[in-house]
């Protein structure tokens, strides 16, 4: 989530701060993606999983890009993929990015993909961050655990707390009571995220997309709100991606948020941190 791979390619994908929706990047990575997506059946699977073990882990933003605006055609395969160990955190990701309701709760219900390293459970992060519509009680209990700290990750927590926040729901205000109460590092977040749930907030869904995503930006905003990106969408123009642009103390951040038509309405189907650089303040000089 914070290696230095990330700055370059993030900055060179948030384009001009307009409100039109940009093209996918015509770039190396998006026609790798492009000449997979065509592909069917096994064929398919078997060149999305040589792609995902070979470069995905260095330039997962580029990809993630590519296999969300073709993921008409990706999500079985990338489905199929949850059960393969070497890829199956990247698959988690890129389908927890894309935000379906069933892929999400596909993955709560799997066990966790096999780590060999430090922070093996960042994966619930992705997942945590998009359950912002949870409807099993499985889905519920995930968020919980989340909130608690139950994967000893603090990405993961601050995660849950988010998408508790974001939900704004008599029961997701009552699990972040329990937060609050067992996860006391967390207090000072929870506590702001119990304020704005109790502020009675308006649903984030709404016909205009970059009118949505300037509220979204309110409502996770860190620091100061530098703007927005221009939507990425996908193939069919129903699914689409933001970047929110922030600056607190010595960091510079994008939150990529996911969003959803249905019915004719814009939805937000999750929220998270793609990108963290250090970007001191420019001191302003006073005048003479």
Not at 234 to 263: M, R
Request: hydrophobic share 45%.
């Amino acid at each position: 989530m914070r290696s230095h791979q990330w700055v370059a390619l993030v900055i060179g994908l948030l384009g001009t701060l307009d409100t039109r929706a940009q093209p996918l990047p015509t770039d190396a990575q998006s026609e790798e993606v492009r000449k997979i997506a065509v592909l069917d059946g096994q064929s398919q699977l078997e060149e999305l999983d040589a792609l995902l073990e070979r470069s995905f882990r260095l330039e997962r933003n580029e990809y993630s890009l590519a296999m969300f605006h073709y993921e008409g055609r990706l999500r079985p395969a990338l489905r199929a993929l949850l059960w393969d160990s070497e890829v199956a955190k990247d698959a988690r990701w890129v389908l927890s990015l894309i935000g379906v309701a069933e892929d999400l709760r596909l993955i709560v219900q799997l066990a966790p993909p096999a780590q060999r390293r430090l922070f093996a459970d960042r994966w619930a992060y992705g997942v945590a961050c998009a359950l912002l519509h949870p409807e099993s009680e499985a889905e519920w209990a995930f968020l919980r655990n989340c909130a608690l700290n139950a994967y000893d990750d603090r990405w993961v927590d601050a995660a849950a707390i988010q998408s508790l926040r974001l939900i704004a729901s008599p029961q997701s205000q009552e699990l972040l009571i329990v937060a609050r109460d067992r996860n006391q590092s967390r207090r000072g977040l929870i506590e702001r995220a119990l304020a704005y749930v109790q502020s009675n907030p308006a649903a984030l869904v709404g016909q205009n997309l970059d009118e949505l995503a300037q509220r979204v930006a309110q409502a996770v905003k860190i620091g100061d709100w530098e703007g927005n990106s221009a939507p990425i969408l996908n193939k069919e123009g129903d699914k689409a991606l933001v970047n929110i642009q922030l600056h607190s103390g010595f960091d510079g951040l994008v939150y990529t948020a996911t969003f959803h038509k249905v019915q004719g309405l814009w939805t937000l189907r999750g929220v998270r941190e793609t990108l963290q650089m250090f970007a001191p303040p420019v001191p302003v000089k006073p005048r003479q």
